[in-house]
């Protein structure tokens, strides 16, 4: 009879650990399938971020171009924003690229390119025909408030009309 209840009682132990290991093998499935999805939603929005700043790249067609043209950011942050100025005229181009703010709460400065005593306008640069050089802008909030401000750029020294564009800057809630 001994033999009896070891066995129940070894068959009993045995159904306890499985329905256990089932469980634990469940919720760690369960667990790593939400893991990949989310990382499977993080990248597809970064993957189309990209695409869709690489297109605007390739599709330069103007002497000012500012990527993206409109950006949120948190208040008392900051973020990065591309500007290329391309020559598409005939003769070399000289020019200096200037950024001024809409709002005085917003801070918008040229990322190491900027003369000794200024953030807000560069050196002196030329272009050849065909050829496009491309600026860093950061654009920081000076912890104001909830609103919808902007950043101006102008390429100084050009004769093109269209030689000033913006972009338009939410600051957003934490």
């Known amino acids: 009879m001994q033999n009896k209840k070891g066995a129940i009682e070894l068959s009993m132990t045995t159904i306890i650990v499985i329905v ?16 990949f999805r989310n990382l499977g939603d993080i990248s597809d929005s970064t993957f189309d971020n990209a695409r869709d700043i690489i297109n605007q790249v390739q ?18 942050k900051d973020d990065a924003i591309q500007v290329i100025v391309a020559n598409l005229e005939q003769t070399p181009l000289t020019a200096q ?14 990322f190491n390119a900027a003369t ?5 306008r560069t050196s002196s640069f030329t272009l050849r025909s065909g050829d496009q050089k491309a600026f860093a802008v950061i654009i920081k ?17 050009s004769l093109d009309p269209d030689n000033e564009r913006s972009v338009i800057v939410r600051v957003i809630k934490e």
């Open 20 to 35: 256990i290991g089932v469980t634990l093998l469940s919720l760690a499935l369960v667990w790593v399938r939400g893991v």
């Open 59 to 76: 599709n330069v067609d103007k002497l000012l171009t500012v990527i993206p043209s409109e950006t949120s950011i948190e208040q008392g």
């Open 97 to 110: 690229l200037e950024v001024a703010s809409s709002d005085q709460k917003l801070e918008c400065f040229i």
């Open 116 to 120: 000794p005593d200024s953030k807000e």
């Open 141 to 157: 909030d000076l912890n104001g408030g909830l609103r919808t401000a902007g950043c101006t750029f102008r390429v100084v020294g």
